[in-house]
């Protein structure tokens, strides 16, 4: 179960008292907005572009990677988020000078003013070279120049480099979630 902390926190411990079923904080996550955009510089050599059909197996290995590293295994399959998101020109990758990818920003469609900015992933081996910062930079601001009101993204606390990137970048705390699970 997922939500407004203190809010997931009074279920679970309401849950626990009437079920018996224990109950755990599984992860602590942050929502954030974006208040006013801050391109990081220097800028890492290369350029953002929006992924085609011709990036799926990368953006599909690239989205398992993401899930497996914040240790998410529900959800949409990686085959039909990339075709999803290809589709919709819903996820920008950073690529290094001579056209490598490194690093990937997804963005939702709009919705009621507001677009969410996930994943953003950059490979382990290629990560501390400022490639994440870029391309998320790149999607939010390419989200407000769409006319989106609201530019979101989720962190999981336990990751202060993320956290710290995205403060740095202009985005704001807006609350704090939690995700608890029940059971053994």
Do not use: C
């Not at 398992?64 to 920008?92: H, L």
Request: net charge positive; hydrophobic share 40%.
């Amino acid at each position: 179960m997922s939500g407004e902390h203190s809010t997931a926190a009074g279920l679970a411990v309401s849950w626990q008292r009437r079920t018996g079923a224990a109950a755990r904080l599984v992860q602590r996550k942050r929502l954030y907005a974006l208040g006013e955009l801050s391109v990081p510089e220097p800028s890492p050599e290369g350029r953002a572009r929006v992924a085609g059909f011709g990036d799926r197996e990368l953006l599909m290995r690239w989205y398992d990677a993401f899930k497996e590293a914040v240790g998410q295994s529900a959800g949409q399959g990686a085959g039909p988020w990339a075709e999803a998101r290809i589709t919709q020109g819903g996820v920008t990758l950073w690529e290094t000078a001579d056209g490598e990818p490194v690093s990937m920003a997804g963005v939702s469609p709009e919705s009621a003013g507001q677009v969410r900015v996930a994943p953003v992933y950059t490979p382990a081996h290629l990560r501390g070279r400022g490639y994440a910062g870029a391309v998320t930079a790149e999607v939010s601001r390419t989200a407000v120049a769409g006319g989106a009101a609201h530019v979101l993204l989720f962190t999981d606390l336990a990751n202060p480099t993320s956290n710290a990137l995205y403060q740095r970048i202009g985005y704001r705390k807006v609350t704090d979630f939690a995700v608890w699970g029940f059971g053994d």
